[in-house]
């Protein structure tokens, strides 16, 4: 029989109908994208030669769908999934202390300002050695196995045994956990007598009382003009930053809108209130500022309600909603586009793939962009225009008014391993422990502390020692060409364990050898930059 034979065709085809199930003759509907799947999981089931996880391999396939969409739709596990949004929360449950395990012991790094652990008069540099009884010191103990015993549900009480020193007998404690707040806002103080400064952290669901309570403190202590830092920050909740940028922005400005395939346009305005309408306003912003701050700073930019000073921001204009799935886990779904008020999409080019998105960051860094603003490839070269009619570009990111340049001359690996190590930050504690008292009557203050301390030769010898007991081999070379790197980041940690984070911050910024953003910020205010760029002072 010829192979074309019509009853050859037919025997092939009452063949194949036992292995699938599905084929009829009268079979005319084109099967969903969805059945093909559930298919293949059925043959999976019914026919591979292994065993197969079935759920491990849905969740391959998941993530490997959301990959082929964009680089921020994302899958998360059930149980990874109140992990994942706890920062954004802006609090969990515990006794709230930061700590470090350094050479088997647990470290108090800071006590949490409001926290439980804070109120009984636990502080930094204190050791706990037990936790309800049991010995937690040179067991060789890890994170999560000091989270889970520290962690809890609030009401509940957990007893810490802790050593510290001038006590001859470790001090007992009895915690009762508690809401443990999760601060947004990292740091704020008065950089001179005018002009104040404020770090965010994330967009989290305190941002926003947090930062009202800061400018009203800032505002009473003499505030007239703000620097606000949101370097670093990669974004959070999209009702956080549009409330921030309401503080800033007059009645029915346009802040931001937001479009998509299956969401219609909607278009957000600030509202009547606003802490700091009036005064001059400088936002940093760097590779590291990403979604919510882009829509900060590009709504500022748009206005020309202030300055936008730093390098090239991240460039994540897609707005995200969470999908819970039936068995707990969820994904979050890029549903729009989020637009800047000139019309902007600072969306950067993802069409190579997530692997190539995710090395943007670096070949930034390759191509000289971070040094040099005439290195910077637009990818969209659409023009836009402010309220005042200056250039602005979309597509890749907020272009910065001032560009700062980062200086990668004091890089070593000498130093990249001390911070990969911890041997700066566990030095910075012991230091502390040991010295407090001496460091706090010589220096009574934060600004006493910058203008007066400094981190000599002897200081220095001393780390160069816990780094080799870190494994961390001695460099002389990467040691002389890091030094003033070095120095600056152990003494803001010094400041932080002495005082606060806002005290690290005061020390980085008032000299920082790498990254002039904050000085730039400064000269702005204080000289004719910000009248002679057109920014909108009154609104």
Known sequence: MHP??????????????????????????????????????????????????????????????????????????????????????????????QFNIVRDTIYVVDAIAGGPSERLGIRAG????????????????KNPDVMKRLRGRKGTKVNVSIARRGEAEPLEFAITRDKIPIYSVEASYMATPTIGYIKVSRFSATTTKELRDKLDDLRGKGMQDLVLDLQGNGGGYLRSAIEMADEFLADRKLIVYTEGRNT??????????????????????????????????????????????????????????????????????????YHTPSGRCIQKPYEEGVEAYRKERAERLAKGELMHADSIALADTARYFTMNKRVVFGGGGIMPDIFVAIDTSLSSDYFGQLVRK?????????????????????????????????????????????????GVEPDPGGLARSRPLIALRLKALLARDLWDTSAYWQVINADNPVDSSFRKALEALQGDTYERMGMARQQ
């Open 264 to 337: 219609p346009r909607e278009n957000t305005f600030a509202t009547a209130e606003g802490r700091f309408e009036k005064g001059r306003l400088v936002v940093l912003v760097d590779e590291g500022s990403a979604s919510a701050s882009e829509i900060v700073s590009g709504a500022v930019q748009d206005w020309d309600r202030g300055l936008v000073v730093g390098r090239r921001s991240f460039g994540k204009g897609l707005v995200q909603r969470p999908v819970m799935l039936p068995d707990g886990s969820a994904v979050r779904l890029t549903v729009s586009r």
């Open 4 to 97: 074309s034979h019509p009853l050859r065709s037919l025997a092939v085809f009452l063949a194949l109908v036992p292995l699938t199930g599905q084929l009829t003759w009268a079979q005319t509907v084109k099967p969903s994208p969805a059945s093909k799947l559930e298919a293949l999981l059925y043959h999976i089931d019914r026919m591979y030669v292994d065993s197969v996880d079935q759920e491990k391999l849905v969740e391959e396939a998941i993530v490997s769908m959301l990959e082929e969409l964009d680089p921020h739709s994302i899958y998360i596990p059930k149980e990874e999934l109140e992990e994942v949004n706890e920062p954004l929360k802006g609090n969990f449950e515990g006794v709230g202390i």
């Open 126 to 141: 204190d050791r706990i050695v037990r936790i309800d009884g049991e010995v937690v010191a040179g067991i060789g103990i």
């Open 422 to 470: 911890g041997t700066l930050n566990t030095f910075a504690l012991g230091l502390v422990d040991r010295e407090r008292d001496r460091l706090l009557r010589a220096h009574s203050h934060v600004g006493a502390f910058i203008d007066q301390y400094r981190v000599d030769d002897a200081v220095l010898r001393d780390l160069e020692a816990a780094a080799k007991a870190d």
